[in-house]
Every structure is written in structure tokens, then in C-alpha cells.
């Protein structure tokens, strides 16, 4: 299936549920950010992965997450060689069993997602630390475009978008089961595709990787 615009993705959630209603109509939208939301939970890709730099303040035990944050890919503290410690992800229990006093302090060594928005980390910074957070960011929707415009979703991942955004519409119109799990078996066939995409890309960019780390460090013959 050739990608969507915004338009033209709007359209076929319409025909395909034969829904003009102004109430339907009005919440495609939702439909649509729902969806998108659920793949971008479900399948880690590549392309939605980036490196932002941060401070942790002594005596603070918790670590703002960037506006546009959805999963972390790791957490280091950079020193001013650009040396990393990578620090361990964990649970919340975790972080508060071993410092159950925030007046614990010490070289951070551990965090853990404390809500949407902030780390927790463990121990608590004994002193002002350089981060640098790698991680799996939100794009911009769709639905926020001109509605000739694409994004990477709609143009790379059109029927995981068009059959995530059908089950949503269906359940909102509250269609019978047996509808909703056609649109929402279609949509699992395009994930699983989505997912194989991402992990190919994953595994191609290691090697890459490696390849150059091998070159740079082969000796001159």
C-alpha cells in the first residue's frame, strides 16, 4: 500500500467504515494519534532514536525526561574526557530499596522511569553530574501536518497506521467483536512486518558499527 497523507488517511478510515457522521468525523483525529501512539509503543525503530545532553543536580535524586520522550534506549554520566558510566535501568522498588534515605549519597549507579516525565536515580548525585540521555522520542503526528504532508508512519508504516486507526474507529462506533478483531488482526500482521523492518535496521547498524570500529583500530600494514 502506497503511503498517506494526512488527507488521504483520513479518507480511507471514513470508507472503510462508511462513517460520514460529524461526531465520527471529528474524532478521526483521536483515532489516528491512538494508533500511532500504540505502534510507536510496540515497535522500537530506529529512526526515532536520538542523544540529548543534561546535567543532575547534587542532592537531586530525580532527572527531567526530554517534551518529546517515549522509552529510553541508555543513561551514561560523560566525564570531561567523554568517558561513559552507564547507569542500570531498574525498577522504582528497586531505586528506593537501596537508598531508602535521599540523604544517601554518591555516584549515581542506577535509575528507574519514576512517571512520564522524570528519573528517579540511586544513589542520590553527591555532586553536579554531565548525562547524556539516548533515547526513543515521540514524532510529530500526523494529524499535526498540512494535509498533503506525510510523516515517517503514514509513508513507511501505512497499513500498521490505517488498520491501528480502523480499530479504534470501530470501537468507537462500537461495531460487533467479530469486526473489530479483522481490522485489529490486519493490524497485528503489519506490526509483526514493522517490527522485522526495525530489527533488520537494528542488526545492519551494528554491524555497521563494528565494521568501523574494526577499521579504526586496524593496524597500518
Same mark, same amino acid.
Given at each position: 500500500?502506497?503511503?498517506?497523507?494526512?488527507?488521504?488517511?483520513?479518507?480511507? %478510515?471514513?470508507?472503510?467504515?462508511?462513517?460520514?457522521?460529524?461526531? /465520527?468525523?471529528?474524532?478521526?483525529?483521536?483515532?489516528?494519534?491512538?494508533?500511532?501512539?500504540?505502534?510507536?509503543?510496540?515497535?522500537?525503530?530506529?529512526?526515532?532514536?536520538?542523544?540529548?545532553?543534561?546535567?543532575?543536580?547534587?542532592?537531586?535524586?530525580?532527572?527531567?525526561?526530554?517534551?518529546?520522550?517515549?522509552?529510553? /534506549?541508555?543513561?551514561?554520566?560523560?566525564?570531561?574526557?567523554?568517558?561513559?558510566?552507564?547507569?542500570?535501568?531498574?525498577?522504582?522498588?528497586?531505586?528506593?530499596?537501596?537508598?531508602?534515605?535521599?540523604?544517601?549519597?554518591?555516584?549515581?549507579?542506577?535509575?528507574?522511569?519514576?512517571?512520564?516525565?522524570?528519573?528517579?536515580?540511586?544513589?542520590?548525585?553527591?555532586?553536579? /553530574?554531565?548525562?547524556?540521555?539516548?533515547?526513543?522520542?515521540?514524532?510529530?503526528?500526523?494529524?499535526?501536518?498540512?494535509?498533503?504532508?506525510?510523516?515517517?508512519?503514514?509513508?513507511?508504516?501505512?497499513?500498521?497506521?490505517?488498520?491501528?486507526?480502523?480499530?479504534?474507529?470501530?470501537?468507537?462506533?462500537?461495531?460487533?467483536?467479530?469486526? %473489530?478483531? %479483522?481490522?485489529?488482526?490486519?493490524?497485528?500482521?503489519?506490526?509483526?512486518?514493522?517490527?522485522?523492518?526495525?530489527?533488520?535496521?537494528?542488526?545492519?547498524?551494528?554491524?555497521?558499527?563494528?565494521?568501523?570500529?574494526?577499521?579504526?583500530?586496524?593496524?597500518?600494514?
Amino acid at each position: 500500500m502506497a503511503g498517506f497523507t494526512k488527507t488521504t488517511l483520513k479518507t480511507a %478510515i471514513q470508507d472503510y467504515l462508511d462513517n460520514t457522521e460529524t461526531t /465520527f468525523v471529528n474524532n478521526i483525529d483521536n483515532f489516528i494519534t491512538t494508533a500511532e501512539e500504540r505502534i510507536l509503543k510496540s515497535v522500537q525503530l530506529p529512526v526515532f532514536r536520538k542523544n540529548v545532553g543534561g546535567t543532575m543536580t547534587s542532592g537531586n535524586t530525580y532527572l527531567s525526561t526530554p517534551t518529546d520522550y517515549l522509552s529510553t /534506549f541508555s543513561l551514561a554520566l560523560k566525564d570531561s574526557s567523554n568517558n561513559f558510566s552507564y547507569l542500570l535501568l531498574k525498577q522504582v522498588s528497586f531505586i528506593r530499596d537501596y537508598t531508602p534515605q535521599e540523604a544517601t549519597t554518591g555516584k549515581p549507579l542506577y535509575y528507574a522511569q519514576f512517571d512520564d516525565n522524570t528519573f528517579i536515580v540511586a544513589p542520590t548525585p553527591n555532586a553536579n /553530574f554531565s548525562v547524556e540521555l539516548h533515547y526513543y522520542y515521540r514524532p510529530a503526528s500526523v494529524t499535526s501536518l498540512g494535509d498533503s504532508e506525510q510523516s515517517w508512519l503514514s509513508e513507511n508504516a501505512p497499513n500498521a497506521l490505517l488498520f491501528g486507526a480502523l480499530v479504534e474507529g470501530a470501537v468507537f462506533m462500537k461495531l460487533d467483536p467479530q469486526a %473489530i478483531s %479483522i481490522y485489529e488482526t490486519k493490524y497485528q500482521e503489519a506490526l509483526s512486518t514493522l517490527k522485522v523492518l526495525g530489527e533488520f535496521k537494528n542488526l545492519r547498524d551494528e554491524a555497521r558499527n563494528d565494521q568501523v570500529k574494526l577499521n579504526v583500530g586496524a593496524p597500518n600494514v
